[in-house]
């Protein structure tokens, strides 16, 4: 059986990937600093898998308290890395936390894996990478953009990072996934997206808002050049997103990568609008949002959508979960947590 360090694994997208990885028999290891998740989250990932997993509360830039973890898991063949900080806004008020927090963590991750021989790494990367693209939908031969906010930059350099270690450690095995907009939760509800304060991301705006924990959605930006005018996004299952994973680390534990590092689009292929959004959640869980248009959110590209043929030939990954599926799951989600 695999053992597998997954950082972040109490986190939105983490938590998902422990239970898909424990209802396929790997064995897991948690570490989480709990600065945007629960240590609950465990007991929920406890009551669905079955399997409560070793977790340890560190943070991945105190270095002496990742050594000391390393050594109380012996055996360790792979890791996914998650945990990174993940606003944008907070991003650009606060860089250096950002650029500590991110890529710190993940030289004090490589350096371990290095002196102990592990190899196979799992990367959260993001369709942020590519910025406004010039061509839709966007390939991962898709030029890189100039970052919008420290926080875009970090998953940039973070990949150049594991691309210039691949490249002078040749054992060295990495699968980058680069995630459009991740929403949703697991079909139990008892896992899911857990905001902090005032959400940023458009689904948990919405929920909230349906739960009367806001009084009103804005719909950011009404004058692009799309379908009915607001800005269109490639949504994806998080349940989807963390088969992905599932995927990734068998083509690492499998010797099937062409190349030392990889990197693949991780989406739908399929284009939504704001508006589409808000309306199919309205219908699938039958009420009516409070929405207002608003003037555009700034830093806001105004599409991307994957091209998915990559990972769906090359990694033999598809999505399988329609936006219907992705908002009644959230609203239940919701509607659990608030009650
Ligand atoms: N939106 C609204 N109202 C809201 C929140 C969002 O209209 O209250 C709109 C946004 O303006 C955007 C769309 O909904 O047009 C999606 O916004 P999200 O914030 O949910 O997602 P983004 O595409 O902005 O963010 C994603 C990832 C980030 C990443 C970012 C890079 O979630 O991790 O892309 O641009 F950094």
Same mark, same amino acid.
């Not at 943070?59 to 000391?68: G, K, P, R, T, Y």
């Not at 890189?144 to 040749?170: F, H, W």
């Not at 607001?230 to 499998?254: F, G, K, P, S």
């Given at each position: 059986?695999?053992?597998?360090?997954?950082?972040?694994?109490?986190?939105?997208?983490?938590?998902?990937?422990?239970?898909?990885?424990?209802?396929?028999?790997? @064995?897991?290891?948690?570490?989480?600093?709990?600065?945007?998740?629960?240590?609950?989250?465990?007991?929920?990932?406890?009551?669905?898998?079955?399997?409560?997993?070793?977790?340890?509360? &560190?943070?991945?830039?105190?270095?002496?308290?990742? @050594?000391?973890?390393?050594?109380?898991?012996?055996?360790?063949?792979?890791?996914?890395?998650?945990?990174?900080?993940?606003?944008?806004?907070?991003?650009?008020?606060?860089?250096?936390?950002?650029?500590?927090?991110?890529?710190?963590?993940?030289?004090?991750?490589?350096?371990?894996? +290095?002196?102990?021989?592990?190899?196979?790494?799992?990367?959260?990367?993001?369709?942020?990478?590519?910025?406004?693209?010039?061509?839709?939908?966007?390939?991962?031969?898709? $030029? %890189?953009?100039?970052?919008?906010?420290?926080?875009? +930059?970090?998953?940039?350099?973070?990949?150049?990072?594991?691309?210039?270690?691949?490249?002078?450690?040749?054992?060295?095995?990495?699968?980058?996934?680069?995630?459009?907009?991740?929403?949703?939760?697991?079909?139990?509800?008892?896992?899911?997206?857990?905001?902090?304060?005032? $959400?940023?991301? &458009?689904? $948990?705006?919405?929920?909230?808002?349906?739960?009367?924990?806001?009084?009103?959605?804005?719909?950011?930006?009404?004058?692009?050049?799309? $379908?009915?005018?607001?800005?269109?996004?490639?949504?994806?299952?998080?349940?989807?997103?963390?088969?992905?994973?599932?995927?990734?680390?068998?083509?690492? %534990?499998?010797?099937?990568?062409?190349?030392?590092? @990889?990197?693949?689009?991780?989406?739908?292929?399929?284009?939504?609008?704001?508006?589409?959004?808000?309306?199919?959640?309205?219908?699938?869980?039958?009420?009516?949002?409070?929405?207002?248009?608003?003037?555009?959110?700034?830093?806001?590209?105004?599409?991307?959508?994957?091209?998915?043929?990559?990972?769906?030939?090359?990694?033999?990954?598809?999505?399988?979960?329609?936006?219907?599926? %992705? &908002?009644?799951?959230?609203?239940?989600?919701?509607?659990?947590?608030?009650?």
């Amino acid at each position: 059986m695999a053992k597998v360090l997954v950082t972040g694994g109490l986190g939105y997208i983490g938590s998902h990937t422990v239970v898909t990885l424990l209802q396929q028999n790997f @064995e897991v290891v948690i570490v989480d600093d709990l600065s945007n998740s629960q240590a609950s989250v465990l007991d929920r990932v406890e009551q669905i898998s079955g399997q409560r997993p070793p977790f340890y509360q &560190l943070n991945l830039c105190d270095e002496s308290a990742v @050594e000391q973890m390393f050594d109380k898991e012996p055996g360790i063949d792979s890791i996914i890395h998650f945990a990174a900080s993940k606003a944008v806004g907070e991003s650009v008020a606060k860089p250096l936390l950002y650029y500590k927090n991110n890529l710190l963590s993940l030289i004090h991750l490589l350096e371990q894996m +290095n002196q102990r021989g592990i190899t196979d790494f799992v990367f959260s990367s993001s369709c942020t990478v590519y910025g406004q693209p010039d061509k839709l939908p966007v390939t991962e031969q898709s $030029p %890189m953009k100039p970052a919008e906010s420290p926080y875009g +930059n970090t998953k940039q350099v973070g990949e150049q990072i594991l691309q210039d270690a691949c490249r002078a450690y040749p054992s060295l095995q990495v699968i980058a996934l680069r995630y459009f907009n991740p929403v949703g939760a697991h079909e139990s509800a008892l896992i899911g997206e857990l905001p902090t304060g005032v $959400p940023n991301n &458009l689904v $948990p705006f919405i929920t909230q808002t349906a739960a009367g924990l806001r009084p009103q959605l804005k719909v950011f930006g009404q004058d692009y050049d799309t $379908p009915d005018g607001t800005a269109v996004r490639d949504y994806i299952h998080v349940v989807d997103l963390a088969e992905a994973h599932e995927i990734a680390l068998r083509r690492l %534990m499998n010797d099937k990568q062409k190349e030392n590092f @990889e990197f693949f689009n991780i989406g739908t292929g399929e284009g939504h609008s704001v508006l589409e959004v808000v309306k199919t959640f309205e219908k699938v869980n039958d009420l009516s949002l409070n929405y207002e248009l608003a003037d555009r959110r700034p830093g806001d590209v105004e599409q991307v959508y994957a091209d998915t043929h990559y990972a769906n030939t090359e990694l033999g990954w598809k999505a399988t979960r329609n936006l219907e599926e %992705m &908002l009644t799951s959230a609203w239940k989600w919701q509607k659990r947590i608030s009650q």
